[in-house]
């Protein structure tokens, strides 16, 4: 069990390391960079925010909304530094109220999106302490940062004597804290540790990430049992191994991860485990991208145990499991411009389990004209019990991207969904196919 006061005390003794190892001339005068972005996106889709089922006649819905991130990175001196990020909207056009992006309920205009100090040296390392992005070590399979896994605690990376490429990075964040008298209700603890074999030149990696969850974070809302008595309480532990080999033109990459987790009241656990493979290589004047995912799932939630795969990142943004931006497709899971209607699917896939397969190719047009391509089928790994189907569908997407100079840049496209029936809101009715159009406006600085 974690002691309730462990990460303050943590925090303060990383910020004592910090100030004690400050020089003179650390403090001497801080060096000030300014960046940000601002877009706007435009999307018309007969698909909504992750729906659970898709009708045989869904209506179709469009928008234009804006939002605005501006980071401001202050470093004091060789070891200190600082960073602070806000954001504003989405700003819906022709409504008058506005939300961020990682809202739970609550109406909000402006977000500290992250806000950390950092403690860097050869000798020592890199310390964070604060509000900062997290991302697994799988290709935000389990949680990612560019998909607002923002966490508050403490991390600290460091190379390794053995090797160019070996590091190890560990970490302490609260996930939830709703009770004042119990400051971390929800912790994720993590360990990754990374090195290349010198006889096979492979990338070796291992990862351990540890939830410990006194907060009703992890359970009920977002899959698995519901509480019988007050707050679920539970328990999530993954391990995984990833390699990583350059053969040839082509980068291999393949991983494993295991998965086992409990809840005490109702008396509940699971084990699950997925793998893949993804490899690229260059093609033509272009990039191609292939990759294969699986993930174990359940189709008796009633029962006290269970063979589902979960992810670490479970709230409103993540429903369903999705945990970031793993997918080559835009309408089944978020991708870049089409990010803003997606039904959500992830390796958690609502504790029924996924298999995918998938391709892309981003290529070249011209100086300033580029073009991504991408196709993909998906399935459950076990039937919904709702339909009896585990037929997901398969996907196709195109995307082209204009640069405009300075920073601006437009891309627009669309994607198709030939919708399977594990959509379908009963087993007599078939479910309409999905598509969306969309356009995004962004300047970065």
């Not at 001196?77 to 504003?88: C, K, R, V, W």
């Not at 977000?111 to 509000?131: F, M, P, S």
């Not at 008796?300 to 990142?313: H, I, K, L, M, N």
């Amino acid at each position: 069990m974690v002691n309730e006061s462990f990460l303050y005390r943590a925090i303060i003794v990383a910020m004592a390391c910090a100030c004690l190892g400050a020089s003179a001339d650390d403090r001497a005068g801080p060096e000030i960079d300014l960046g940000g972005q601002y877009r706007i996106m435009a999307n018309s889709a007969n698909v909504g925010w992750h729906p659970a089922t898709v009708g045989s006649d869904e209506e179709s819905r469009s928008f234009v909304n804006q939002r605005f991130r501006t980071w401001l990175d202050v470093k004091t001196g060789d070891a200190i530094g600082g960073h602070l990020q806000i954001e504003i909207g989405h700003v819906m056009w022709g409504e008058d109220d506005e939300r961020t992006k990682t809202y739970g309920g609550d109406e909000v205009g402006v977000e500290l999106r992250r806000g950390y100090v950092t403690y860097a040296t050869e000798d020592v390392g890199l310390l964070k302490v604060g509000i900062q992005d997290w991302s697994d070590s799988f290709g935000d399979l389990l949680a990612s940062g560019d998909w607002d896994f923002n966490v508050g605690g403490v991390s600290f990376t460091r190379s390794l004597p053995c090797g160019d490429d070996a590091r190890i990075r560990l970490g302490g964040f609260a996930l939830r804290d709703t009770d004042a008298s119990q400051a971390d209700e929800t912790m994720l603890w993590t360990l990754d540790v990374s090195g290349r074999c010198p006889l096979t030149d492979v990338l070796l990696g291992c990862s351990v990430y540890y939830v410990d969850d006194k907060g009703g974070y992890s359970y009920g809302t977002f899959g698995g049992p519901q509480s019988t008595n007050g707050v679920l309480s539970s328990h999530d532990l993954w391990i995984g191994l990833t390699a990583d080999k350059a053969l040839g033109a082509t980068d291999l990459n393949l991983f494993g991860i295991y998965n086992t987790g409990s809840t005490d009241d109702p008396d509940w656990d699971h084990r699950g485990y997925a793998t893949g493979i993804r490899c690229a290589r260059k093609v033509g004047n272009g990039r191609m991208g292939i990759q294969a995912l699986y993930a174990t799932g359940d189709d008796s939630p009633a029962d006290d145990t269970s063979d589902e795969f979960r992810t670490v990142a479970q709230s409103e943004r993540d429903n369903f499991g999705a945990a970031g931006y793993w997918s080559h497709l835009g309408l089944t899971s978020p991708h870049g411009p089409s990010d803003v209607q997606d039904l959500g699917v992830s390796l958690q896939n609502r504790g029924l389990g996924l298999m995918t397969v998938q391709a892309n190719y981003g290529f070249q047009i011209r100086d300033d004209w580029s073009a991504y391509l991408a196709a993909g089928w998906l399935s459950s790994t076990e039937s919904n019990p709702m339909n009896g189907s585990r037929e997901m569908g398969v996907e196709l997407l195109t995307q082209v991207r204009l640069d405009l100079g300075g920073g601006l840049a437009w891309e627009g496209g669309m994607a198709y969904l030939a919708t399977g029936d594990f959509y379908a809101e009963s087993d007599t009715e078939s479910p309409e196919d999905l598509y969306e159009v969309f356009s995004r406006l962004q300047l970065d600085f």
